[in-house]
């Protein structure tokens, strides 16, 4: 399957209304790279072209013009069963990643694996100064080393995270939200020394109480920690 073929298909795969309604969640994408494929038909034709033997031959064609490419790539990649091989298509790709939603979509499950193996890409991305790079190392942290890997440096790492960038600072309070709700006594001492900026501290107030995951009477109290 060629990367012609491929982008053929995804216009043969276009829902209009769909991609009207996207646009609206992805400012600053020039409209005439958004094709308009709903994200469970982009997963379903992923697998169709790994299954197709061409994964690598796309993931090897950088950069893409259309937001879907980016979206096909985020998903083929993060089906890439070789550590090694996943760390560098990432690193080649995190360039050309310019929106939240692709970003995030770039979840490789090889990572969760080898997670010590990670950490040093992690603090790489994390200190680029480039702004999808760091939200990827965020939610790297926050996807694996939230749980039983949980150490108080990765969340002092995150804290020290000083960008303008909203999508940096709302992956930041994304990250602390979910903080909240796994590792408390940690993540509330940030709240409660204010060692967050002023929009990241009450966003991450906001999220944690809009989350099933964190008890009403937490929520109570966190209300109370608002700047």
């Given at each position: 399957m060629t990367n012609e073929q491929i982008v053929k298909h995804l216009f043969s795969l276009q829902d209009k209304k769909f991609r009207e309604f996207h646009l609206k969640l992805i400012p600053g994408i020039e409209t005439d790279k958004v094709i308009g494929v709903r994200t469970p038909v982009l997963r379903k034709f992923a697998k169709e072209i790994i299954k197709a033997g061409s994964g690598e031959e796309f993931l090897s064609s950088l950069p893409h013009y259309y937001y879907e490419e980016n979206q096909l790539h985020s998903f083929i990649l993060s089906e890439e069963k070789d550590f090694d091989n996943c760390i560098k298509y990432v690193d080649k790709f995190l360039p050309y990643i310019n929106n939240w939603a692709t970003c995030d979509q770039l979840l490789p499950k090889v990572f969760k694996k080898?997670?010590?193996?990670?950490?040093?890409?992690?603090?790489?991305?994390?200190?680029?100064?480039?702004?999808?790079?760091?939200r990827f190392a965020i939610g790297m942290l926050m996807q694996?080393?939230?749980?039983?890997?949980?150490?108080?440096?990765?969340?002092?790492?995150?804290?020290?995270v000083h960008s303008e960038e909203y999508y940096v600072k709302m992956m930041q309070a994304w990250y602390?939200?979910?903080a909240l709700a796994k590792q408390y006594e940690s993540a509330v001492k940030y709240l409660e020394e204010k060692k967050?900026?002023?929009?990241?501290?009450?966003?991450?107030?906001?999220k944690a109480i809009e989350s099933f995951r964190v008890?009403?009477?937490?929520?109570?109290?966190?209300?109370?920690?608002?700047?």
């Open positions: 080898q997670p010590q193996k990670l950490l040093p890409h992690i603090n790489l991305w994390i200190e680029s100064g480039e702004t999808y790079k760091i694996h080393f939230l749980d039983v890997l949980f150490e108080e440096r990765f969340a002092q790492k995150v804290a020290s602390f939200a979910t967050l900026e002023s929009w990241t501290h009450n966003k991450t107030i906001q008890p009403d009477e937490r929520k109570e109290y966190l209300r109370t920690l608002k700047v």
